[in-house]
């Protein structure tokens, strides 16, 4: 009986493990909406890069990019600056769909490169 929840729990862990390493790598930015109205410019700009270690890149338009840590629970990720929470959105189909509230922002990404 040990074995067969060790097995279990193995298996469980190693799935997780898949899921939170195949969002690390490179997503181009495909929508991005304020208060409704979409950004081109931000749109062709926009690009997130996750890392294994659990830190990002967001580049938001020419020059100006932001860091900080990043967390998976199931489908919602968490991006977070100076310790709190950025954005938070969801992963769904090939994409993260990121939502800050303060300023109505969307900003949809689809990946375009996986780390290996």
Do not use: H
């Amino acid at each position: 009986m040990r074995k067969i929840l060790f097995a279990c729990i193995l298996v469980w862990g190693v799935v997780v493990s898949a899921q939170a390493q195949s969002i690390v790598g490179s997503w181009q930015c495909i929508e991005y909406t304020r208060a409704g109205e979409s950004i081109t410019q931000m749109v062709e700009q926009g690009k997130l890069r996750l890392n294994e270690d659990g830190t990002y890149v967001q580049t938001l338009s020419i020059g100006v990019q932001e860091t900080g840590r990043y967390e998976v629970e199931n489908t919602t990720i968490k991006l977070f600056q100076y310790d709190r929470v950025k954005m938070s959105g969801v992963i769904e189909a090939g994409k993260i769909t990121l939502d800050f509230a303060p300023t109505k922002t969307r900003i949809v990404y689809q990946q375009v490169s996986q780390l290996q």
